[in-house]
C-alpha cells in the first residue's frame, strides 16, 4: 500500500510541474522569455553537474556495458528511418516537410523527460546510461543529422557551424570531462554530496516545468496528420523493435530499463532547432514535438510495469 501511495504521488508531483509550466507559458506574455531562461540554466548548469555527479558515481558494470549501449542507441535512431521513408513514398510532402519529419522520427528527447522520469522511478543509478546514451546521440545529431538535414534542405547550411554547436553542447562536454575525470581516479568530496543531491531534486522538477513550458509555447494542431505518422513509427513500432532487441542481449536489469524508457520517448526539442538551421519546415518539427510529448503522458502511469518487464 506504501508503495502504491508513493508511485500515486510522485506521478501527481510528475504531471503538476508540467501542468504548471504549461499554464504559465499560456496564461502569461513571459512565457517565451521564461522558457529560454529555463532551458539555459538547465543545459549550462544543472544538467552538466548533475551528469559530473553521476558518471563519477557510475558502477564498473555499467561502464563495462557501454560498448552495447552505444550499439543500441544507434539502433534505436536508424530503426524508424526507413519506416518513415516506406510511409511518405507516393505522398505529396514537400522535401523541407520530409526533412522535418525524418529528424523527428530519428532523434528523441534524450535529456529532458527521460532524466525526471528515471529519477523518479528508477534512481540515480540510471543518470550515467543517459549520458552515454547522450553522447551517442550527440555525435549522430553531428553526423547523421546535418547529413539529413543539407539533403532535404531548401538552402545550403553550413554543417560545421552545427556541429561545433553540437561538439560544444553542455552536458556532452561534462560526459566528457567526467569520463576523462573518472579515468585519473578522481571521487567527489563527501562535503559537497548533500548539495548535489539538492541538485539532482532541482533538475528534476525544473525539467518537468520546462516540458510545460515548452507544450505551452508551441502547442498547435497545424500537421496533425504527419505528427501522428511520426508518433507511431518512433514511440510505438520502434520501442517494440529496441525491446525485442533487449530482450536478447546480456545487459543488467538497469541499463535495459534505461534504454526501453529512453525508446519510449518523444522527438528531441532539438529537432526544432536543427530544422530551422537548415530551413526545414519548422512548423512540421514544432507540431511533431508538440504532439509526441502529450501522447506520451497517458503512457507514463504504465513505465513501472513496463520497466519491470527487465
Known amino acids: 500500500m506504501q508503495a502504491t501511495g508513493d508511485l ?30 529555463v532551458t539555459v540554466l538547465l543545459i549550462n548548469a544543472l544538467l552538466p553537474v548533475l551528469i559530473l555527479q553521476t558518471i563519477l558515481g557510475a558502477s564498473a558494470e555499467s561502464l563495462a556495458e557501454l560498448p552495447v549501449i552505444v550499439i543500441v542507441t544507434i539502433l534505436m535512431h536508424i530503426s524508424g528511418f526507413p519506416m518513415l521513408l516506406a510511409v511518405m513514398r507516393g505522398k505529396s510532402y514537400t522535401s523541407p516537410k520530409k526533412g522535418s519529419m525524418l529528424l523527428c522520427v530519428t532523434f528523441n528527447n534524450g535529456i529532458f523527460l527521460p ?28 553526423t547523421l543529422g546535418a547529413f539529413m538535414g543539407s539533403a532535404y534542405s531548401s538552402e545550403s547550411t553550413s554543417p560545421k557551424a552545427l556541429l561545433r554547436k553540437v561538439v560544444l553542447f ?75 532487441t533487449l530482450g536478447v542481449l546480456m545487459l543488467s536489469s538497469l541499463t535495459k530499463q534505461v534504454l526501453l524508457l529512453e525508446a519510449l520517448m518523444p522527438p528531441a526539442v532539438i529537432t526544432v532547432v536543427y530544422a530551422a538551421g537548415f530551413d526545414l519546415d519548422v512548423e512540421v518539427a514544432a507540431t511533431v514535438v508538440t504532439v509526441g510529448t502529450l501522447l506520451l503522458l497517458p503512457i507514463v502511469p504504465f513505465l513501472p510495469f513496463l520497466l519491470g518487464l527487465f
Do not use: H, W
Open 170 to 244: 553542455p552536458p556532452f562536454l561534462a560526459a566528457i570531462a567526467a569520463l576523462c575525470i573518472g579515468f585519473l581516479g578522481f571521487v567527489i568530496p563527501a562535503e559537497i554530496t548533500p548539495l548535489l543531491s539538492i541538485n539532482g531534486i532541482v533538475t528534476t522538477y525544473l525539467a518537468l516545468f520546462a516540458v510545460g513550458l515548452g507544450i505551452g509555447v508551441r502547442f498547435s494542431i497545424q500537421d496533425l496528420r504527419a505528427a501522428v505518422e511520426v508518433f507511431a513509427i518512433r514511440q510505438v513500432l520502434v520501442p517494440v523493435i529496441v525491446a525485442m
Open 115 to 142: 532524466i525526471p522520469l528515471i529519477l523518479l522511478f528508477i534512481g540515480e543509478a540510471g543518470i550515467p546510461i543517459v549520458a552515454f546514451f547522450s553522447i551517442t546521440q550527440m555525435i549522430l545529431f553531428a
Open 8 to 37: 500515486v504521488f510522485r506521478l501527481g508531483l510528475f504531471y503538476l510541474f508540467i501542468l504548471l509550466g504549461y499554464l504559465f507559458a499560456r496564461l502569461s506574455r513571459f512565457g517565451v522569455r521564461v522558457n529560454k531562461l
